[in-house]
């Protein structure tokens, strides 16, 4: 088959490409600043496109190591954070090609829309996957966090990847597909560590639907687990290196889930729903009654999809920390469900369609609108000034700040924290310990500094060291001070 009849035959799917791709980039410019995990993964990239062997932070900056008092799993150990990501992005550095890390995740985010096409085929048609597909470009929580470089956005392409592999495996009998079940499922783990939530649904699928252990008799599936562990043998290796046990980074995620962002309820994701998903978050709950009413659930294919939905979100419930970006992994299962629905009970579905996907291009509107006016404000303007001013700065220096990491980012330079306690006494003993120049970095933005604290601070470097730099819409809260007063710049 050459080019041509290729794009004639999927005409609508590349259409339907091109939009998630153009739609996901847009939201790249709705936030002028990095968010906090953004700055790990590229600074993280950054150091591996140096060394592929240091996964650490012992390259002059760091994230908070959530340890929970054991000293196994304190700084510079980076185990806990999933690898995936980081090494894609040592090979843009790697390659000087670090200006198109923005496009990457919007790309990845923008294929997911074809694999939810491939999943929607393979389990009941084209007509069904073409519409899962359209439905999936539009759905406001999947494309901001396209347009972030972050891990949730990749996990659920390697989630896709999953379970088109499993389903052509397992049950059309493709044996390719069943090794790669095994291999896509390790990348989805190392991407991001609760695909370990999504392990059960295949054993539960297994037994639902053998009603026995015959399914263990297939030499496929063995095969599968062993690429699955063959996959992950370099990262066994660095647990070994790093915490003297081979599942050791992942022991240091399970750690840092358990009290690492503090706690929501267990409605959190249920307040959020119509803000994350739109008008496809009520009709998928149409989806499930009618799956109920008529039955449908004794489908192969509809009780893997409800498997998935219900481990899934059921096991992020029942997680102390909550995020909205954390169940990104089932919008596939609700898109999908919501074309089987509109489907089967439509009168008008083209009709309905076009009210649906109308709806859904408001609230993705709507979404960048608010996001773009909550992030383009004094605090951020001031924050990119002083990025401005220290990249100005000749030779190498210290940076103190509350985000370190955000600064190392933009500016290359070693960069720590403000001391837990903070007087002149630990300011200047911070100050001492390094033989460069320091400077002393205060910016309202993601600021977790109390009123008194950010005061005392002030104060402190009022009596002590010079102003270099003070943000002219807002210098109380936005400035740089050195230690310095013969620094060229």
Known sequence: ???QRIIKKNKWLIAIFIVALLIRIIFIFSMPIKLWDETIYLNLGYDLSKNPLDYSFSNGWSDFIPSGGDDIYTWPKAGFRAPVLPY???????FNLGFLLNFLIPLIGALSVVLIYKLGKELFNHKLGLI?????????????YSGRILTEVLFTFFVLLTFISFWKGYEKNNKKHKILFGVFLALALLSRYTALW??????LYFLIRDKSFKFLKDKYLWYSIGVFFLTLVPWFIYGLVEYNNPIGAFIHGFKASAYWGGLQSGYFFFDYWWQMFSIVGL????????????????????????????????????MPHKEERFIIPIIPVLVILSSFFVNKIAKYKETLLVIIILILIISVGLNFHNTFKTYHNVNTDCFEQIEFQLKKIKGDFLMVSENPPLFRYSIKQESTYYPNILNEETIRELENSSSKPVYFLFTRFNSGFEIEKWQNLKKIMVENYKLEFGCPIDPEVNWIYSNNKNISS
């Not at 899962?132 to 901001?144: G, R, V």
């Not at 998928?284 to 979100?313: A, N, P």
């Open 1 to 3: 088959m050459d080019i």
């Open 88 to 94: 894609l992005i040592s090979i843009f550095y790697l």
């Open 132 to 144: 899962s597909s359209l439905l999936f470009t539009f759905i406001p929580l999947h494309i901001f």
């Open 198 to 203: 999504i392990m059960p649904i295949f054993l």
């Open 283 to 318: 009709i998928s709950i149409f989806g499930f009654l009618y799956i109920l009413y008529k039955k449908e659930f004794l489908r192969k294919e509809i009780y893997l999809l409800l498997l998935w939905f219900i481990i899934f979100l059921g096991i992020a419930i029942y």
